[in-house]
């Protein structure tokens, strides 16, 4: 069964729908090449699921040992390479007010990330740089 149903709108904008959950979202061709830059471009789709599923990994962890990750905020900035067109490195720069104390578990956070299902299925060519601001 589908997990994503998507249609094209026109105009080099996209739409796709979430089939478990009804949500959808939009991706618009950024302004460098040839679109409107109104949305997510695929490509920031990609960098932004690298961050989401750095935390969500590194969340499934802290639930285990009972740590709160309240306050952890991330920044990611994608960077492209000029031809070929692709993402040449995707930087995650992690920030946390309240982070916890214990070097063991700031380990398995780190390592959580480094590990995620998208940090380990893009291609080795894109340079994952991640700051650790805790």
Same mark, same amino acid.
């Given at each position: /069964?589908? +997990? $994503?149903?998507?249609?094209?709108?026109?105009?080099?904008?996209?739409?796709? &729908?979430? =089939?478990?959950?009804? !949500?959808?979202?939009?991706?618009?061709?950024?302004?460098?090449?040839?679109?409107?830059?109104?949305?997510?471009?695929?490509?920031?789709?990609?960098?932004?699921?690298?961050?989401?599923? /750095?935390? +969500? $990994?590194?969340?499934?962890?802290?639930?285990?040992?009972?740590?709160?990750? &309240?306050? =952890?905020?991330?920044? !990611?900035?994608?960077?492209?390479?000029?031809?070929?067109?692709?993402?040449?490195?995707?930087?995650?720069?992690?920030?946390?007010?309240?982070?916890?104390?214990?070097?063991?578990?700031?380990?398995?956070?780190?390592?959580?990330?480094?590990?995620?299902?998208?940090?380990?299925?893009?291609?080795?060519?894109?340079?994952?740089?991640?700051?650790?601001?805790?």
């Amino acid at each position: /069964m589908p +997990t $994503i149903k998507s249609s094209y709108l026109g105009n080099l904008r996209t739409e796709s &729908e979430h =089939l478990q959950s009804g !949500v959808k979202i939009l991706t618009d061709a950024p302004v460098d090449n040839n679109g409107k830059g109104e949305a997510f471009s695929p490509t920031d789709l990609v960098a932004s699921a690298l961050g989401s599923c /750095m935390i +969500t $990994i590194m969340g499934i962890v802290a639930n285990r040992d009972s740590v709160s990750l &309240e306050g =952890l905020t991330w920044e !990611v900035t994608k960077i492209m390479k000029a031809s070929p067109r692709k993402i040449s490195e995707i930087i995650v720069d992690f920030h946390w007010d309240s982070p916890v104390t214990d070097p063991v578990m700031i380990k398995k956070l780190k390592n959580a990330a480094k590990t995620c299902p998208v940090a380990l299925s893009l291609d080795p060519e894109i340079k994952q740089t991640l700051k650790f601001n805790f």
